[in-house]
């Protein structure tokens, strides 16, 4: 193949001859793939309930060529519902977007994939695959995604436990050989107010200490139904397994610790913290807490105070906040004042964008020119284990330390996926299900 005739779709396609040096790197000029813009990039999605369905809509909303042509759900009804709203004559309803987008989406019946293994076949006919299922099988989908060389959003976290990261570490530096595009959702990070004050930071001179917090009510209860086997109805009531989900900490607080260690610039070395379980009592709760308070030391003995929690009527904020020798930034005002509480800089909240438009709006543009802009997911990976870092120490109550622990070994997944095998955790005669004690549980 010379130079010239390389179109962007040998892009698009192209991750694992480059990796194996087929390809010479120079070929990833611009120039030779604006030419193949008129290629269509196909689109995979694996794991089609609430965030799949949003992120596909955005994935089709961009302004490139593309088409979703595979989808791959653990079940057949979850599935069905998301192709039905993508599919919509009319998408106002469910996403405010008028119109349809039904002419970016060509999948037959033979190209939806239901069960356990239905994420290979999907991710094979993709260029671009959006992994959005719970986080447990995060690792597995990445690390399959990029050993068939496609570009990736992949929604956060992107592990459960330390073996995970490792394996999400792995292929990642994998992906990275290969020159595959990988965007994590940590949304964020493609948020016009956080972007402008990262870019400003300094202003506030040394970080001292931080404080990011979670709280609000919680989230959706998905009760036992009649005839489920355990593993399915851990698999659809997956908030509140930590094999599945991580603990809230990991599913939802991550998004604020992420923000700390972006603006540090680092990850903590160590954790200590408390929490346990208010008002999650009963069968439909699983195993996880409703609060966590993690102080997290980073290795310049800076601190982050950390909380999040999952009880109604308690105040509610979802944030964070710096401080540093010579000001603070609040992120959620997109203010930074100086240590006697002048505004130093406001951002012009008029001027916020829709960052989960923004970051798949970013990804396609870079793919359509052959740009390999993003590699999202070694950070990805270090903020989920940030996450998992605080859960050890709460569910513990001892230090835990990030070098210990990210090398534990810590695998909290099941050894075969099947609907009739035993899930890693199992209820006792009432139903209920072991919760960690603090002093009583270790971490490893
Ligand atoms: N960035 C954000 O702000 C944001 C917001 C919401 C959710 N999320 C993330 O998106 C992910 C999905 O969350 P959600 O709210 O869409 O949950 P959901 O329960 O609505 O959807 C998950 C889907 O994955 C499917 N699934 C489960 N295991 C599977 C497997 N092994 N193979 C294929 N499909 C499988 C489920 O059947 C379900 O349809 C989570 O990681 C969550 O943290 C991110």
């Not at 990261?165 to 994998?174: D, G, K, P, S």
């Not at 195993?287 to 950390?306: Q, R």
């Not at 050894?415 to 005669?429: E, G, I, M, S, T």
Request: proline share 4%; net charge neutral.
């Amino acid at each position: 193949m010379s130079a010239d005739k390389t179109t962007r779709r040998d892009f698009v396609k192209g991750g694992t001859l480059l990796a194996g040096g087929l390809i010479a790197a120079p070929l990833l000029s611009r120039a030779n793939y604006f030419s193949g813009a008129a290629d269509t990039i196909k689109i995979a999605l694996v794991g089609c309930g609430g965030r799949g369905t949003g992120a596909c809509l955005q994935a089709l909303l961009t302004k490139q060529n593309v088409k979703l042509v595979a989808m791959a759900d653990a079940f057949r009804d979850r599935l069905d519902s998301c192709y039905k709203q993508i599919n919509a004559d009319d998408l106002t309803e469910w996403s405010g977007n008028k119109g349809n987008v039904k002419n970016k989406i060509d999948v037959p019946e033979e190209r939806k994939f239901v069960g356990f293994d239905g994420y290979q076949k999907a991710i094979a006919l993709a260029d671009v695959v959006i992994l959005d299922t719970p986080p447990g099988f995060r690792p597995i989908h990445f690390e399959d995604a990029v050993k068939q060389g496609k570009h990736i959003f992949m929604e956060k976290p992107v592990a459960t436990d330390p073996a995970g990261i490792q394996r999400v570490l792995a292929a990642a530096a994998i992906a990275k050989q290969k020159k595959l595009n990988v965007v994590v959702g940590l949304q964020r990070h493609y948020q016009n107010s956080y972007r402008e004050l990262i870019k400003r930071k300094d202003q506030i001179g040394e970080i001292t200490s931080a404080q990011a917090w979670w709280n609000n009510d919680g989230v959706w209860v998905r009760p036992r139904q009649p005839n489920q086997t355990e593993m399915e109805y851990q698999m659809r009531n997956w908030y509140y397994f930590v094999w599945l989900c991580g603990d809230h900490i990991t599913e939802q607080h991550i998004h604020n610790l992420d923000v700390i260690n972006w603006f540090k610039g680092s990850y903590p070395v160590k954790a200590q913290g408390m929490g346990g379980r208010e008002v999650r009592k009963g069968k439909d709760f699983g195993e996880i807490f409703d609060h966590h308070y993690v102080e997290f030391h980073y290795a310049d003995g800076s601190i982050l105070n950390s909380q999040c929690r999952h009880i109604p009527h308690t105040m509610s904020k979802v944030d964070e906040m710096f401080t540093g020798t010579k000001g603070k930034i609040f992120c959620g005002e997109g203010k930074i004042t100086d240590l006697k509480g002048n505004v130093i800089y406001q951002f012009d909240m008029k001027t916020e964008n829709d960052p989960y438009q923004t970051e798949h709006d970013e990804l396609f543009a870079a793919i359509a020119k052959g740009d390999y802009k993003f590699a999202d997911a070694e950070n990805g990976a270090k903020s989920t284990m940030t996450s998992i870092l605080g859960r050890l120490a709460t569910y513990s109550g001892q230090v835990v330390e990030w070098d210990k622990a990210i090398n534990s070994g810590l695998d909290l997944h099941p050894k075969v996926y099947d609907w009739a095998a035993a899930p890693p955790v199992l209820p006792n005669a009432d139903g209920l299900y072991p919760v960690a004690t603090p002093g009583i549980t270790k971490y490893a």
